[in-house]
């Protein structure tokens, strides 16, 4: 069946969707996007995506020309409107139409865009049996660069990590910065064991503050275990005892060999399996 799409100030049929080839979003990667969760029909952290993509857009000075509350109902007439019940949305806000040239200030509106639909999520095997990933060489944009909790429009820096990862036939990437220290994976953040105490590099060393990451930290916080955001290095994922990664799309997903070292014993740890149910309950039980 074919979607509804936000666009601008209305809803389109998916064929009308359409945007300018001189939309700056395209022709520079100019603007800023969200990935979101519905759960049983429920937008999931709302509050907090709608926050992240405020800080992103102020971060490149980029106006949105919608206030919050009108942004959050445009997000849920979207998924009403396409009878979304367990799915993904996407929500976009470019720069907008303007001159060839870098000059942003040519754009006069910007252009947003509300997708929603079903996700594809890693096939379920992967969850049972881990995670193959491997080192990047592509280096995570340098913090005076493109900060890395912007998320911006702009993801080539992931994608040249991603095609490493694929070109060995592993779903995913680890990136470091440019001291060496664990930042994120492409698209998900990353979190180990070590001795009873989870692990997780701090948002400084490159990666986009995620929203799965921050709630895994309270849950796991809740649980009483003990969380610690430090530094990693490559060394501390070759000896770990579990690995997992967390993102929207993905959830909380194990991992079980990196650059050809095998973690534990090669299975999801207990608390890669602890954190993925905890994380399953609170958002089925609680998606606003
Ligand atoms: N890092 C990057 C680069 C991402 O694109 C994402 C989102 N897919 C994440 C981490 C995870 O963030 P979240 O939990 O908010 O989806």
């Known amino acids: 069946m074919a979607l509804k799409i936000w666009l601008d100030d209305k809803l389109v049929d998916e064929a009308d969707a359409k945007i300018s080839v001189f939309d700056h979003g395209l022709l520079y990667g100019d603007g800023v996007f969200e990935g979101i969760r519905v759960y049983s029909s429920r937008v999931f952290e709302m509050e907090a995506h709608i926050k992240r993509l405020c800080e992103s857009a ?11 509350d009108e942004l959050i109902k445009a997000v849920e007439k979207t998924v009403e409107a396409n009878g979304v019940i367990d799915g993904y949305i996407r929500l976009v806000i470019t720069r907008g139409t303007g001159s060839l040239g870098l000059n942003p200030f040519t754009c006069e509106n910007s252009t947003i865009f509300i997708i929603a639909d079903n996700i594809q999520l890693y096939p379920e095997e992967l969850y049972e049996k881990g995670m193959k990933v491997i080192s990047a060489t592509t280096v995570r944009n340098h913090p005076l660069a493109i900060p890395p909790q912007v998320k911006s429009l702009n993801y080539l820096n992931n994608i040249l990590a991603k095609i490493e990862a694929l070109d060995v036939n592993v779903p995913e990437a680890i990136m470091y910065n440019h001291e ?11 979190f180990i064991v070590k001795d009873g105490v989870i692990y997780t590099p701090p948002v400084e060393a490159g990666a986009l503050s995620g929203i799965t990451r921050g709630i895994v930290i309270r849950l796991a916080g809740e649980a009483k275990l003990k969380v610690v955001e430090k530094n990693l290095t490559r060394f501390d994922l070759y000896v770990c005892d579990e690995f997992f990664l967390t993102g929207t799309a993905a959830e909380v997903i194990g991992v079980v060999e990196i650059d050809g070292r095998i973690i534990g014993d090669g299975r999801p740890g207990a608390y890669t399996c602890l954190m993925r149910k905890k994380f399953f309950k609170y958002a089925h039980g609680k998606s606003k």
């Open 58 to 68: 102020k971060a490149i000075r980029l106006e949105i020309p919608m206030k919050r």
């Open 180 to 190: 060496g220290y664990v930042a994120e994976a492409t698209g998900d953040n990353v």
